[in-house]
């Protein structure tokens, strides 16, 4: 490998989408790159779309010893499968992943949470239902021992979340499934508005979630202590950043934490949360495991978390959600999130025997990616 293809990555995009500004660009790619060329890491940007995967692939297997994708989920023409599948075929060339695929995959979607269920960041009776007989069977049964949230996998900003409770006259038995006109009281999240359903009605409501690519619903206690507010944190790599304390709006069925719903966002430093930070990091190597025998976390990422109450009435901090597709950062430059984010790329892409900057020749390079200009 040459020095320079040693100490080169590939930021990936594709065209269009509200999160791009008037050069084309996301607003968090130039201070990326301007971060890791200071680091003396060349990075090139380019624009994926299905048809230019397999000459893309080989252009960038050519250049570039890692790569680092930014694509928002939903920005693709068509779905996310022949772009996860075009990254692969990157890895098994050599390219260090940023985040591979398959990890992006496996913390982002919402069944990350049965995977855990049983540890100490997820209740125990936590579920993922990936047909609709899994669900027509189960659910009634996990409902009947309280209130529950059904999470759909392909939502975003709570969009097919729902807080759902009994509201019923009659006197049920928990553990035994609910009949199925049992009368319901369903809120979604992301505004709050409130539903009446039968338990029949919602069922058939939730069919929707369920099927094509990457269909599942994701069935956990509904945890009363989000209306103290959500905790998140993010990091880069296995470094916190900052904590968002996301605070619902007020009001009796509101549970809520986006801002489009009327939470208040209240930033803050990772040591002011010393029990949370050192709860989560040391879960790392655990959460790896289950959720794919994972050794590196996302590259930036994001764990969300809600407070419960153990049976000593110790506070415990459960997790919400992990987010990691493409989370930005451009509210937050001034914090040097793109200098760490370089940090962690030559962390993971430039083995330390290659070397130093000084004696390397990037004068043929350009200084920044004309595209990115």
Known sequence: ???????????????????????????????????????????????????????????????????ISRVNPGNIPGGEEKFFNFLRALS?????????????????????????AGSNLVPDDTYAYYDMPSLRENFPVSL???????KQNRGSTGSGIWRVRVEDGRTFEPGQPLPLDTQLKCTEAVDNHTEDFTLEGFLDFCEQYIGGTNGLVVDMKFLPRIKEGEIRVLLVGATPVFVVHKKPAEGA?????????????????????????????????????????????????????????????????????????????TGHLDLGIQSMIAEEVVRRVCPATIPTPEVMDFAALPIVPAAVC
């Open 1 to 67: 490998m040459s020095q320079i293809k040693a100490r080169t990555v590939v930021l990936i995009e594709c065209e269009g989408g509200s999160d791009k500004w008037f050069d084309g660009h996301r607003k968090d790619t130039r201070p990326i790159v301007e971060a890791l060329l200071a680091l003396d890491v060349y990075c090139e940007v380019v624009f994926y779309r299905d048809e230019w995967a397999a000459t893309l692939a080989d252009y960038i297997t050519e250049r570039a010893s890692g790569y």
């Open 92 to 116: 098994a060339g050599g390219l260090v992943g940023m985040s591979h695929p398959d990890v992006m995959i496996n913390f982002g979607a919402k069944d990350a949470l049965s995977k855990l």
């Open 144 to 150: 009947s021992r309280g209130e529950r949230v059904l």
């Open 253 to 329: 069925d509101a549970f809520s934490a986006t801002l489009f719903s009327g939470a208040k966002y209240t930033y803050d430093k990772p040591e002011n949360w010393p029990i949370l930070i050192t709860h989560l990091l040391d879960s790392l190597p655990m959460i790896g495991e289950k959720l794919g025998g994972f050794t590196e976390t996302p590259l930036l990422w994001t764990a969300d978390f809600i407070l419960d109450t153990d049976e000593a009435g110790n506070d415990m901090y459960m997790v919400g959600e992990f987010n990691c597709s493409c989370v930005g950062f």
